[in-house]
Structure formats: C-alpha cells, structure tokens
C-alpha cells in the first residue's frame, strides 16, 4: 500500500512539474524585466485576461497585479509571433493566483498589434 501511495504522488508531482514546462512547439525567453517589449505584452495579456478571469468566475473581482513571471516563450507562427506568459498575480486583498496567457502580436500596417489568444488560470486563487 506504501508503494502504491508513493507511484501516485511521484505521478502527480512529475505531471505538475510538467505543466510548467516548455510547451510543445514553443521557445523558452530568458525573463528580462528590462525588456521593454516583453514587458508590453505581459502588461496586455494580464489587463485583457483579468477581467475575463473574473467575469468567468474564477477570480474575485478586485485590482490585480502581476508579481512573478514563471515562464516566458514564444512561437512563430505565419507572419506573427505567439507568447506564452505564465506568472504569478495578487490582488490587494492578499489573493494569489497563477495566471497563463498567450498573446499574439503580428504586423498591421501601422506597426504592430497585440491579441489576447488564451488565458487561463493554472491555481485557482481560493487554492493559494
């Protein structure tokens, strides 16, 4: 029985471990909070996801912030570039949450411009 408790948790940890890791097709970025184009696009997909986040119930409405970015990649696709962004977000009430967004960002012709493509919440924040 001690064996069989063991396989289960070292087969929840390994998939967990998994989850953050890089996702298929995508290139890891090494995270540079100078970076201010990377920065632009975390901001983006934080601000469009949020809302959508609470609206959908799975975060209590409040002023949310990112904290800590977790993972940074991208994926060229056609003419644009997809970012995979995976960080940590609080709210003012001590509420933590990890978020996953993906961003794409393709060329228009008056520069570039920014779509949120998917988001999700990987910790729910009455989990944190």
């Avoid at 998939?15 to 696009?41: D, E, H, K, M």
């Avoid at 809302?51 to 056609?78: C, D, M, N, R, S």
């Amino acid at each position: 029985m001690r064996s069989l408790i063991l396989l289960v948790l070292s087969l929840a940890m390994f998939g967990f471990s998994n989850a953050l890791s890089t996702p298929t097709g995508y290139t890891p970025i090494a995270w540079n909070p100078n970076n201010q184009v990377l920065l632009n696009i975390l901001d983006y997909g934080v601000d469009q996801a949020i809302p959508k986040a609470i609206a959908a119930g799975k975060l209590p409405e409040g002023e949310w912030a990112w904290t800590t970015v977790l993972g940074a990649f991208y994926q060229v696709v056609g003419t644009g570039k997809y970012f995979n962004l995976v960080v940590d977000i609080e709210d003012g009430n001590g509420y933590v949450a990890r978020l996953g967004v993906i961003v794409l960002v393709y060329p228009t012709a008056s520069g570039t411009a920014m779509k949120l493509s998917n988001w999700s919440i990987v910790i729910p924040a009455h989990l944190a």
